[in-house]
């Protein structure tokens, strides 16, 4: 590692990734428009390119560069009167038919095609894996918005989960989302005011933990004890999910990756894997978990702010 890069770590501050984080955001919801059917799938377009443009503007001043008076195309110039020593930055060539391009339906009302829309995510996520590690030090795939949550259990777990995830470590970091989403659950107003007549479960208590390592539990009846409390957890968990708003089909992704957690005889939380295969995590398994965890804790936040 350079010594200019090993310079910028030390200079990164916690304002960087909050930033970087919402260009991240920015990029997810392009990805989300581009899955929806033309003409709509062209939003995405836009806003591949406010992401670009935010990550440019933010180089521009980690660099100490004044991007106020620069446009689009502009921003690799400043960049590179102030790295002199270092590569420039890649795709210049390509990002000007990109820009081009959102310019031509901002301006003009030209439709990109599904392919070039396709080829400009292509193009931009690329970007942001080589520039974020070259300018700010760290990898791309390792941001995400918990800076953002407010649970403080449920942040520390998701930086475990970061963490864990970029050193590829990614069923360690599914296994920590796990731990996430049980606590922000206990944030939902659903889950808070069982007593509200919002609640259709307000006379059922939450299912009970089976304490596995109970030497007097019966085999049998402990089996169909689990089996039931699985039951209830998933129904209960599904309504409060949907209480705030989360995609559900999202959810049901989730559960069929993350594990469900699960409490000891003395009280310590543990996971429970419920996969057939056992298989370890992947690295997309993994950042759906960390991001989605997120999302459905900013969605309860939300929530619980304009109540």
């Not at 396709?118 to 996520?125: A, G, H």
């Not at 559900?248 to 469900?260: D, E, G, H, M, W």
């Not at 996969?275 to 997309?284: A, G, S, V």
Request: proline share 5%; charged share 25%.
């Amino acid at each position: 590692m350079s010594k200019n890069t090993d310079v910028i770590k030390t200079a990164l501050t916690q304002e960087d990734v909050t930033k970087l984080a919402f260009a991240k955001y920015l990029l997810a919801l392009a990805k989300q428009h581009l899955t929806r059917p033309e003409p709509l799938a062209s939003v995405s377009l836009l806003l591949l390119h406010d992401a670009t443009e935010h990550l440019l503007v933010l180089c521009c001043y980690k660099v100490g560069a004044d991007p106020s008076k620069s446009d689009f195309q502009g921003y690799w110039k400043l960049i590179e009167e102030k790295r002199t020593q270092q590569a420039p930055l890649p795709d210049r060539g390509r990002m000007v038919a990109f820009n081009k391009a959102r310019v031509a339906l901002k301006h003009h009302g030209n439709q990109p095609s599904r392919t070039q829309l396709q080829d400009f995510q292509t193009l931009v996520l690329n970007f942001f894996d080589n520039v974020v590690p070259e300018i700010f030090g760290l990898s791309f795939a390792s941001i995400n918005l918990a800076a953002f949550v407010t649970n403080k259990e449920a942040r520390k777990h998701l930086e475990t989960a970061t963490a864990a995830f970029d050193e590829g470590r990614y069923t360690d970091s599914v296994n920590e989302t796990a731990y996430a989403f049980d606590d922000i659950r206990k944030d939902n107003p659903l889950e808070k005011h069982q007593s509200s007549q919002r609640d259709p479960f307000q006379w059922m208590p939450s299912p009970p933990y089976i304490y596995t390592d109970n030497p007097s539990s019966d085999g049998n009846a402990h089996d169909f004890f689990r089996s039931v409390a699985d039951c209830l957890q998933w129904l209960r968990e599904s309504v409060s999910v949907l209480s705030h708003g989360t995609d559900f089909s999202r959810y049901t992704r989730f559960r069929a990756i993350a594990p469900f957690v699960n409490a000891s005889y003395g009280g310590e939380r543990h996971v429970v894997d419920q996969r057939e295969d056992k298989r370890p995590h992947t690295l997309e398994e993994a950042e759906f978990c960390i991001n989605y965890v997120i999302d459905s804790a900013l969605q309860i936040q939300q929530q619980i702010s304009t109540e």
